[in-house]
């Protein structure tokens, strides 16, 4: 039976419903006025007889209408016919403080974002300032919101749990400096996703109850050998102790993917037996080390037993940043602060990357801000030499896969980044069409974040992944590896394919402020889980050799 609250619910839910799609404002006010009046009510709806419903204070007839028939069937046609119109992400954003209808309708119908994790992607690059009544606090405040959100769900980004992750390793090893401590599972080989945060030690169950008790840890679930324990920042976290001799081997299963360990098994590793290091099992399979983020593929066992593997590239490798954004478009930060922020990094130049001019929605720079911006970028790198900014731009793939200027303004840019942002609901079929043309057109140098995904939040279209290596080896175009931890695109399970074909990868870190910078060391630690080395990574090139490039694709 439905009480007086959760009538009042479903007329709160229906008046915000037909506010974000634009309906007429009285009925959605006296919607919320009824609401608001059914709450306050004395007596209990469901106990009074229908005729009388519509008598009642604040109650009127269209009203107390829909009342009955809440009553009658449980459901109310109209709001259920909304609910079917509204993305489920746009439901969503409806929990999320300080997100009331308006702003919702201009999120979705505007800015044209239909989950959360588009919304926090747009807020990374500053996407909500360029709309009316979003100004920079708002915005911090729904990413704040959207990210406790997200923690309650459960699933994690590695880069969202890497430093609670660290922190309580660190506190644990602290605490037990006799015993061995390690984060295990997906956290430990470093996935893209977490959905799990797992610990594993020699620490005794009673030992470590008392220690997650007193740092404010809640635990759940308990067996002899594990505890289930959520922090007081709501992360869960699932302990598990075994004895010293179990612990190297129950790490090094811990850090394989299900594929790894069955291909693994194979070579006479057995999950059952002693072993003094994780080097004396590799030894005993015959098998050269393979590091911890990199036991994913049954193929790298396959190089690593013909000999060593060769070395995975290191943040230490990066030399130049490219795709990046600045004020010009949506960035926060001006480009000389930009600049200046790259070279006390030590880096040797960078590749400024605004959004162009169909990115409406991102301050895309018209054919005048074009011209405008490259005699910035002329007077800088005359007052910042050695030091290089290098005249590029996002260019959007429009519909028919043509790029988003006419060819002599494409001509003027030192490189071009290709990249899908609208109308993302594709077939495979539109999206090849789409990607494929941008790849064959000679101004093409690199594609940008190659799927379109948004890991936790959108899928991305789906893609011939042969078919678009393939073509970028045949069109000399670069494959990019978006660093943004919300993107990691092309995906590292790729990376292996591209550089057996030789195709030229490049981490980017996709900036929209200074600090995006630091995004780089995601984006190679999926490189590493592929096998990129430092060779096949354009954004490894020192500025002569990046220089080389470009001439010769003149």
């Not at 990199?294 to 690593?304: D, K, N």
């Not at 930009?338 to 991102?362: N, P, W």
């Not at 978006?482 to 995906?491: E, G, Q, S």
């Amino acid at each position: 039976m439905l009480d007086n609250y959760a009538i009042a619910d479903q007329f709160s839910l229906l008046s915000k419903l037909m506010d974000i799609h634009g309906e007429n404002s009285f009925k959605s006010k006296s919607y919320s006025v009824a609401a608001f009046n059914i709450e306050k009510l004395p007596l209990q709806l469901a106990d009074t007889p229908s005729e009388k419903i519509a008598g009642l204070k604040g109650i009127g007839d269209s009203t107390s209408k829909k009342i009955i028939e809440l009553l009658e069937t449980g459901r109310l046609k109209v709001l259920d016919d909304l609910v079917t119109q509204t993305p489920t992400g746009i439901l969503e954003m409806m929990q999320i403080k300080g997100l009331g209808p308006k702003k919702i309708a201009t999120i979705w119908k505007e800015m044209g974002l239909e989950s959360l994790g588009e919304l926090l992607y747009a807020c990374d690059e500053n996407r909500l300032l360029l709309y009316k009544g979003f100004g920079e606090k708002t915005q911090e405040s729904v990413k704040q919101s959207i990210h406790f959100y997200f923690t309650n769900k459960g699933h994690f980004l590695y880069a969202e749990i890497e430093s609670f992750a660290l922190q309580l390793i660190g506190s644990l090893q602290k605490a037990f400096p006799e015993q061995q401590v390690s984060l295990a599972g997906e956290a430990l080989r470093q996935s893209n996703i977490v959905s799990q945060l797992e610990v594993l030690s020699t620490v005794p169950v009673g030992e470590l109850q008392s220690f997650l008790e007193a740092a404010s840890f809640t635990i759940t679930q308990q067996t002899p050998e594990s505890l289930l324990a959520g922090s007081s920042q709501h992360i869960q976290v699932l302990f598990t102790t075994c004895t010293t001799s179990q612990f190297v081997v129950k790490r090094f299963v811990s850090s394989c993917s299900e594929l790894f360990l069955n291909t693994f098994q194979q070579k006479g590793f057995s999950p059952g037996t002693t072993y003094a290091s994780e080097a004396e099992i590799f030894e005993q399979a015959g098998v050269h080390g393979i590091p911890v983020n990199q036991r994913e593929l049954p193929e790298t066992i396959q190089q690593a037993t013909s000999g060593p593997l060769a070395p995975v590239i290191q943040v230490d490798d990066i030399k130049g940043i490219i795709h990046s954004h600045s004020t010009w478009s949506d960035g926060l930060h001006d480009l000389e602060t930009m600049a200046k922020a790259c070279i006390a990094k030590g880096l040797e130049y960078l590749v400024i990357s605004d959004h162009s001019r169909t990115a409406f929605y991102a301050n895309g720079l018209s054919v005048e801000r074009v011209r405008e911006q490259h005699a910035q970028i002329d007077e800088l790198n005359r007052k910042l030499a050695p030091f290089r900014i290098y005249k590029s731009i996002e260019s959007d793939i429009l519909n028919d896969g043509s790029l988003d200027y006419p060819d002599e303004i494409l001509a003027s840019f030192d490189l071009v980044i290709a990249s899908v942002h609208s109308n993302l609901k594709m077939t495979e079929e539109k999206a090849m069409m789409r990607l494929l043309n941008a790849i064959r057109n000679p101004y093409t140098r690199i594609l940008g974040h190659m799927t379109g995904r948004l890991l936790l939040s959108r899928p991305g279209y789906p893609v011939d992944h042969h078919a678009i290596i393939n073509a970028c080896v045949e069109n000399k175009v670069v494959i990019e590896i978006n660093a943004h931890p919300r993107r990691l695109d092309i995906d590292w399970s790729w990376i292996p394919y591209a550089m057996e074909k030789g195709c030229l990868l490049s981490i980017d870190p996709d900036a929209h402020q200074v600090e995006g910078f630091d995004d780089i060391r995601y984006g190679v630690i999926s490189a590493q889980k592929g096998g990129l080395t430092a060779s096949r990574n354009l954004s490894s090139f020192s500025r002569e050799a990046f220089d080389t490039w470009l001439a010769k694709l003149k």
